[in-house]
C-alpha cells in the first residue's frame, strides 16, 4: 500500500517547488559556475557581432536604441561571469505579415503552460482562412510569450519546422534567440518569478491584464556564460521530472527525492555571507513540507547545519568580538608558559597551513588552526578481559558509545578502583570528557562522558580528546563531526585506523570564543526542532501502520 507524501497534502505544493527551482536557476543557485567559462560579457560582443551582420544582409531589422539598465531594474545580484541584457539585445524578431499560403498556426490555446511546450499537432489553415491575429513569423528555436493574461504563463519553446511554416498570433511576443542564448534557458528565465514579477508591474487591465510590447521588451534577463545555461537547463529538465513524478503518484522514490533535497540544500552551503544564507533559507523554508517528508530528509538537513555552522554563516559575526587570532595567541602564550615549568612536553611543529589545503573562506575575525593547536589526544589502555570484575570501575569501551554519540552501559565491564587510581591513573576520565573512536568499524565515533559513567578508565582503540580551555568543547565537537564526515569521509561503513599524526594536521575554523557560544545556541536549537520534525515523522508513519493493519485484517 502506497502512502502519499506531505507534498500530496500541501495546496499547490508541486507548483511551489517548480517555482523554487526556476529561481534558484535563474540566479545561478542551481549548478556551480566554471571561471574557465568564457564569460557572458564576451557572448554579449558576439551577439552584437551577429546582430550587425544580418541587419548588414537584411535578415533583420534594426533595434531602436535601449535604455542602459539601471540598478533598481537588476532583481538580484549575478554569480561571477553573468551580464545584464535586455530582451532585444541577445534575442531578434522574425518579421510578420499577412499569409500567402497555408500555414501551421500557433494560437494561445496551442499553449501547454504547466509544460511550456506547443502541441505537435496545431491547426493547419488556409491564408484565406487565416484569422487576422495570424501574422507573426517563427521558426525552430524561437521563444514565444502571451502578452494577454501573463499570470497564465502561457510560454513556450517552437521545438519543430512545422509543415507547412508556422505563424503564431499576434497575442505573442516573439523572440528568437542569438547564437549562444539557449531557448530552453531563456524559456525557464521567462517563466521564473522575478520575471513574472516585472511583467505584472507592468501589466494594465484587470479582467484580461496585458503588457504591451514595448514594455515586454524592456525587460531584462540574467545571461549566464552558454556553457552555464546548458549546464542549467539539463539541471533544471533533471529536476523538473522528479516534480512529474511527484505529481503523478504523490511521492518520490528514495533516490529521487535525495537528488532534489541535495540540489537544493546545496544553495544553502554555497551562501557566502549569514544574511545571503537567510535569504536562501526563506526560500527553502517555504518548502520545508515539501522535502523534509522523511527520516533521511532531517539527516541531510542536520547535515547542512554541520556545515553551515563550522563555515560561520549560521549566526552573524560581531566586529567587537575579541578575533580568533588572539584566542590563538594565548592558547600558544600558555602552552610555552606550562613547557617552561615542566608540566607538559613540548608539542610536536606542526606544518604551515596552505592555501590549498582551506576548503572554504572564513568570515572576519577567525583564523585556520589545526587539530593540533588547539586539542591534544590522549590514547587509552588495551585492558585484559582477566582484568574484569563484576563491579568497580567502568572500562569504557568502544561499545559505550551509541551511534548518537550518547553513552550506553547496558554492556559494562569493570575493573579494581584500587588498580583504577594507582597502576591505570593516567587513564582516568571526567565528564564531559571527549572521545574519538579511532579504529574498526565505528571509526570516527564521537562521545561525551557524563557523571553517570564515572569513576571510569579509557579502553583501548579510542582517544580522550583534551580540548583547549579557550575553545568551547561543544563547538570543537561540532568541528569534529565536520572533520569525520567531510576532510576523512567517514560513514557508518567505514574501517580502517586513524593515525594520530593525521588527526592534528586536520583544519578547523575558528570563531571568536564567544561566537563559538552563539553557534553552538543556534545549532542546538536546530537541532532541537529536527527532532521535534522526526518525532512527528515517526507519529504519523505509526499511525499509516496501523490505518494498513487495520485495513488489511478489517
Known amino acids: 500500500m502506497r502512502h502519499f507524501d506531505l507534498i500530496a497534502q500541501a495546496p499547490g505544493g508541486v507548483a511551489r517547488l517548480r517555482e523554487l527551482i526556476l529561481t534558484l536557476a535563474v540566479q545561478g543557485k542551481l549548478v556551480p559556475q566554471d571561471p574557465s567559462d568564457e564569460p557572458a560579457s564576451e557572448l554579449l560582443k558576439k551577439i552584437r557581432a551577429e546582430k550587425d551582420r544580418l541587419i548588414a544582409e537584411g535578415k533583420i531589422k534594426r533595434d531602436k536604441p535601449l535604455a542602459e539598465i539601471t540598478d ?8 561571477t561571469g553573468w551580464e545584464w541584457a535586455r530582451i532585444p539585445e541577445i534575442t531578434h524578431g522574425l518579421g510578420q505579415g499577412e499569409p500567402t499560403a497555408s500555414f501551421s498556426y500557433i494560437d494561445v490555446a496551442a499553449i501547454d503552460n504547466a509544460k511550456g511546450r506547443i502541441a505537435l499537432e496545431v491547426q493547419v489553415l488556409e491564408a484565406s482562412d487565416a484569422p487576422s491575429r495570424a501574422r507573426k513569423n517563427v521558426a525552430q528555436g524561437t521563444v514565444i510569450y502571451s502578452t494577454v493574461r501573463p499570470y497564465l504563463k502561457n510560454i513556450a519553446v517552437v521545438e519543430y519546422e512545422y509543415v507547412p511554416r508556422a505563424i503564431a498570433s499576434t497575442a505573442f511576443a516573439v523572440m528568437h534567440p542569438h547564437t549562444g542564448v539557449l531557448s530552453k534557458y531563456l524559456l525557464h528565465y521567462l517563466r521564473s518569478e522575478p520575471f513574472t514579477e516585472f511583467v505584472n508591474s507592468k501589466a494594465v487591465g484587470v479582467a484580461y491584464p496585458a503588457i504591451n510590447d514595448a514594455n515586454f521588451f524592456q525587460g531584462v534577463i540574467a545571461l549566464p ?3 552555464e545555461q546548458s549546464r542549467i537547463v539539463t539541471r533544471v529538465e533533471e529536476l523538473m521530472q522528479l516534480c512529474d513524478a511527484l505529481e503523478a503518484s504523490g511521492q518520490l522514490e528514495a533516490q529521487q527525492h535525495a537528488q532534489l533535497l541535495g540540489t537544493l540544500l546545496a544553495t544553502l552551503t554555497q551562501s557566502e555571507t549569514p544574511e545571503a544564507l537567510a535569504d536562501n533559507w526563506q526560500r527553502i523554508a517555504t518548502h520545508f513540507d515539501v522535502l523534509l517528508d522523511r527520516p533521511e530528509a532531517v539527516d541531510a538537513l542536520e547535515q547542512t547545519i554541520l556545515q553551515l555552522a563550522v563555515r560561520g554563516l549560521l549566526v552573524p559575526q560581531d566586529p567587537t568580538d575579541e578575533p580568533a587570532s588572539v584566542l590563538l595567541q594565548k592558547i600558544r602564550t600558555e602552552k610555552d608558559h606550562l613547557i617552561a615549568q615542566g608540566k607538559i612536553k613540548r608539542d ?9 589545503e582551506k576548503p572554504f573562506e572564513l568570515p572576519q ?3 585556520w588552526a589545526m587539530v593540533g593547536h588547539i586539542a591534544e589526544t590522549n590514547t587509552g589502555f588495551a585492558f585484559k578481559s582477566s582484568e574484569y570484575k563484576s563491579e568497580g570501575t567502568l572500562v569504557f569501551r568502544v561499545t559505550n558509545i551509541r551511534p548518537d554519540g550518547s553513552v550506553d552501559l547496558s554492556d559494562s565491564k569493570f575493573i579494581d578502583p584500587i588498580s583504577a587510581e594507582s597502576t591505570y591513573k593516567g587513564f582516568k576520565l571526567q565528564a564531559g570528557d571527549v572521545l574519538l573512536v579511532m579504529v574498526g568499524g565505528s571509526l570516527g565515533k564521537i562521545g561525551v562522558v557524563d557523571e553517570k559513567c564515572l569513576p571510569a578508565v579509557l579502553n583501548q582503540n579510542m582517544w580522550k580528546i583534551v580540548i583547549n580551555k579557550n575553545v568551547d568543547r561543544q563547538f ?3 568541528c569534529m563531526r565536520y572533520i569525520n564526515r ?3 569521509k567517514v560513514t557508518s561503513s567505514t574501517h580502517g585506523h586513524l593515525a ?3 588527526y592534528l594536521q586536520k583544519l578547523v575554523g575558528l570563531p571568536p570564543y564567544v561566537e563559538q557560544i552563539r553557534i553552538v545556541n543556534r545549532v542546538n536549537e536546530l537541532s532541537s526542532l529536527c527532532a521535534d520534525l522526526r518525532q512527528r515523522l515517526a507519529a504519523g508513519q505509526a499511525v499509516q501502520s496501523h490505518l494498513a493493519d487495520a485495513l488489511v485484517t478489517g
Open 72 to 79: 533598481e531594474e537588476k532583481p538580484f545580484d549575478l554569480p
Open 225 to 227: 556564460p552558454a556553457a
Open 348 to 356: 610536536k611543529l606542526l606544518p604551515p597551513i596552505t592555501d590549498e
Open 365 to 367: 575575525g577567525w583564523e
Open 476 to 478: 570543537f565537537v561540532l
Open 486 to 488: 567531510y576532510q576523512l
Open 500 to 502: 594520530q599524526g593525521e
